[in-house]
């Protein structure tokens, strides 16, 4: 069984540029999640996708996009980056229900300078 | 918003003695509290969680205490080892969208 995976593992981009993440579930697992986590905080929801659609969303802004494929995978996009979104970015996969366990991917260190 | 609280910041504990780590959450409407541990450069892996029908779940070591009626709930860490050193998240969950506390950096001494 092949766990959560993400790409790339680190980025560096400049203020104003725009950058997508790329997130693979973990087998079997329909619903995807993304969080953003700042240096010394716990991860804050993003949103969630599941069957290709955004199903919830936390207190971020529309340059915050997503995907989700029909292979569950998944995309985040950022537009206009500001410093304050360096962090890092984490991908969590599950399966429907009404008590989701999640499964977190290594994450994307994401630099903006 | 601070949905959920978490405390102590950081522990320092002996080997073999027991880590205690607490959580607070407003949102009745959570449904889902699971712990997660987190390495240096690694992503949060779920150790345990219980629902809120249940006030005590234990895993090995691992026990969460669920107070409802406090909105209210612990995780213990028995014969806590130098393995364990790690910083540990609660969180609280609505439809598997999940508020996480600030994190606990736990250390154990040898």
């Known amino acids: 069984e092949t766990g959560v995976t993400q790409s790339p593992t680190h980025l560096i981009k400049t203020r104003g540029q725009q950058v997508t993440l790329r997130c693979s579930s973990q087998s079997g697992h329909n619903t995807v999640s993304w969080y953003q986590q700042a240096l010394g905080q716990g991860p804050q929801f993003i949103f969630q996708?599941?069957?290709?659609?955004?199903?919830g969303r936390g207190n971020f802004p529309p340059r915050f996009s997503g995907l989700q494929f029909p292979n569950y995978s998944s995309e985040l996009n950022v537009n206009a980056l500001e410093l304050d979104d360096s962090a890092l970015y984490l991908c969590a996969s599950s399966t429907s229900g009404s008590y989701y366990e999640q499964y977190f991917g290594p994450g994307t260190r994401l630099t903006v300078t | 918003q601070q949905q959920v609280k978490q405390s102590p910041q950081s522990l320092i504990v002996q080997k073999g003695g027991i880590s205690i780590i607490n959580c607070a959450y407003e949102?009745?409407?959570?449904?889902?509290f699971p712990w997660y541990q987190q390495f240096p450069g690694k992503g949060p892996a779920l150790l345990i969680a219980i629902r809120p029908d249940v006030s005590e779940k234990k895993e090995g070591r691992f026990t969460i205490s669920f107070n409802k009626s406090a909105k209210q709930f612990s995780l213990h860490i028995m014969d806590s080892q130098p393995g364990d050193s790690a910083t540990y998240f609660c969180?609280?969950?609505?439809?598997?969208?999940?508020?996480f506390g600030d994190g606990t950096t736990l250390t154990v001494k040898p």
């Open positions: 969180a609280a969950s609505n439809a598997g969208k999940s508020t």
């Open positions: 949102n009745t409407a959570f449904d889902y």
């Open positions: 996708y599941y069957r290709e659609e955004e199903n």
